[in-house]
Structures are given as structure tokens and as C-alpha cells.
């Protein structure tokens, strides 16, 4: 994955290694150190600070824990970016 992308100048690869304690906030983490946080009319907004787009790549995302009630939170908030295009924090 990392090849094929390295070819492309204008997109950058961000890797999180999953594991059982992996959370939305190492998502959020991760973003937030490869991107810069911009105000825009549709609120706050986060931009790659060194190409136009960013791939977040996630390895092993099968391994966080799921909590009492059975659900993933990783996968929980992950569904959220993609269906609302976005989160709230």
C-alpha cells in the first residue's frame, strides 16, 4: 500500500497499528498530528499539511476490544466519518 501511494505526489499515508486498546482518540490523535485544523463555514475542519489528500491507513483493525455492550467503538466512530462525513467532537 505504501508503494502504490508513494507514486502519487499529491496524497500521504498515515499507518495506526491497532491493538485490543486502540480508541477513537488514537484516531483523532493520528489526524491531528498529520493534519492542520482549519476554521470553515462548515465548522472546523481537518486539512493534510503536506499534500491534498490523506489515506489513514489502519492495521489489524480487527483487534480493538469491543466494550459491554458488544459494540466496537473504533468501528462505531469509524461508520460516523463515513456516513455523516465527518465527527463531532
Request: overall charge positive; hydrophobic content about 30%; proline content about 10%.
Given at each position: 500500500?505504501?508503494?502504490a501511494f508513494?507514486?502519487?505526489k499529491?496524497?500521504?499515508i498515515a499507518?495506526?497499528?491497532c491493538n485490543a486498546q486502540t480508541t477513537s482518540d488514537d484516531v483523532i490523535k493520528k489526524v491531528s498530528q498529520v493534519c492542520s485544523l482549519f476554521s470553515?463555514?462548515?465548522g472546523r475542519v481537518y486539512r493534510p499539511r503536506d499534500c491534498e489528500r490523506l489515506v489513514l491507513y489502519l492495521k489489524d483493525i480487527n483487534l480493538p476490544r469491543?466494550?459491554?455492550y458488544d459494540t466496537?467503538?473504533?468501528i462505531a466512530f469509524l461508520q460516523q466519518i463515513i456516513t455523516f462525513d465527518g465527527f463531532y467532537d
Open positions: 500500500i505504501n508503494h508513494k507514486r502519487k499529491n496524497i500521504s499507518t495506526l497499528h470553515a463555514p462548515e469491543p466494550d459491554m466496537c467503538q473504533l
